[in-house]
């Protein structure tokens, strides 16, 4: 049997509405799908305002233009992160602080973003990793005490929450990826998120959206031709990635469902006393509840990390590690951040790898992957 790190999953009526797309006969941005996209995205998870936009990275940069990031400014956020969100804030001159993780989670630590703030700080940016959210009751509170806006990065945590609240809806701004690898996915597209009611805002978001330009107003009636108005860039997805992604939204439930059913089989199976030598499994905060977007374990250290997906790989089963710190990654050292010593993330980071899960994987898989974890533990002498 051979079992890939991940795989896509689609649905049938995804075809459906690409060809009504291409029926309509205009394919450009804004159309029915867009709209529909936008509207699933606000019933389902209570997001104020949302922007489709043609990736979670080019959301990440909207806000950055929303917020004016420049020459000076710092913004705070994990390390331990995706490359997307320090680009948004070099590519604005501004600076990015990388500050330590929670062990238990790999979320940005609070503690930590309130220790790094300073008169220079403009943003703080937190990930949700894993579709686990971060600590959002001390973070909007760090927020408010220095009234510094934040910025969910739920790229991969769609329907993912904290007690009852939708991750994306809390911060300030939000942005979530539909890239391909994502739960919910249209190839490679996004979308932000304002959940302010600030007028400034919300015309900023729609200029910079299109191409810095009125655009919208021309849409709305409200002029009669449409002109260069501020910066902005080309942000607007297809209608049709949106009519996928459609398709997709409405099926959330059972995708949601079903990865919390085989997410289950994974903790059930690898949490046992006769691995903790070996690994530990992902811990799910009492705060949380995931949609499973990823699944991983934290071995005692990087040697077993490496050696256990060599055996994985043996046996055609896919595993991956994930980001290299952003502070000692090759950019990250070129603008000299790896002096900072982190210590939660150097370390964890080394010894971190996640199992495959995706919607089409079967339990009868899982427990096969499971197995083969069980053997490489057999095997193993202390
Ligand atoms: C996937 C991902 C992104 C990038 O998403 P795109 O839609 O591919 O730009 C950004 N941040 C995090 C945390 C991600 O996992």
Request: proline fraction near 3%; charge should be positive; aromatic fraction near 10%.
């Amino acid at each position: 049997m051979e079992i890939p790190f991940h795989k896509e999953y689609h649905f049938e009526q995804e075809l459906e509405y690409v060809k009504d797309a291409f029926d309509i006969g205009v394919t450009a941005s804004d159309g029915k799908y867009t709209s529909k996209a936008k509207a699933l995205l606000k019933d389902k998870f209570g997001f104020q305002e949302v922007y489709m936009t043609t990736s979670a990275t080019h959301a990440l940069e909207m806000a950055a233009l929303i917020l004016d990031f420049k020459q000076g400014d710092e913004v705070i956020l994990a390390s331990f992160n995706f490359p997307s969100a320090a680009n948004c804030i070099v590519l604005r001159g501004a600076t990015p602080v990388f500050v330590d993780l929670d062990p238990k989670t790999m979320n940005i630590s609070p503690k930590e973003i309130e220790k790094n703030i300073s008169s220079k700080t403009k943003a703080i940016i937190v990930m949700h990793y894993a579709g686990i959210a971060c600590d959002m009751d001390k973070i909007m509170e760090i927020s408010k005490k220095y009234k510094l806006p934040v910025i969910e990065d739920a790229a991969q945590a769609l329907g993912s929450k904290f007690y009852d609240k939708n991750l994306g809806s809390m911060g300030d701004m939000a942005c979530i990826s539909f890239h391909s690898t994502k739960n919910v996915i249209a190839g490679e597209a996004g979308c932000l998120i304002i959940n302010r009611k600030d007028k400034e805002w919300l015309k900023k978001a729609e200029i910079i959206r299109q191409k810095g330009t009125n655009r919208q107003d021309l849409i709305n009636g409200k002029v009669s031709k449409y002109e260069w108005v501020d910066q902005g860039s080309s942000y607007c997805p297809s209608e049709i990635l949106m009519a996928v992604l459609c398709s997709q939204l409405e099926n959330f439930d059972r995708i949601n469902s079903n990865r919390k059913k085989l997410a289950g089989v994974y903790l059930e199976r690898l949490n046992k006393k006769k691995y903790k030598n070996y690994f530990r499994p992902m811990i799910l905060p009492e705060y949380a509840n995931s949609n499973n977007h990823i699944f991983y374990i934290i071995t005692k250290n990087k040697i077993i990390r490496d050696e256990l997906q060599i055996f994985l790989k043996k046996h055609n089963i896919g595993s991956a590690f994930h980001f290299i710190p952003l502070h000692n990654s090759i950019m990250g050292k070129k603008y000299g951040f790896d002096c900072n010593k982190l210590k939660y993330t150097d370390n964890l980071s080394q010894r971190l790898l996640r199992l495959p899960l995706y919607n089409s994987i079967s339990e009868k898989e899982i427990n096969y992957v499971c197995d083969y974890i069980d053997n490489f533990v057999g095997e193993q002498i202390l």
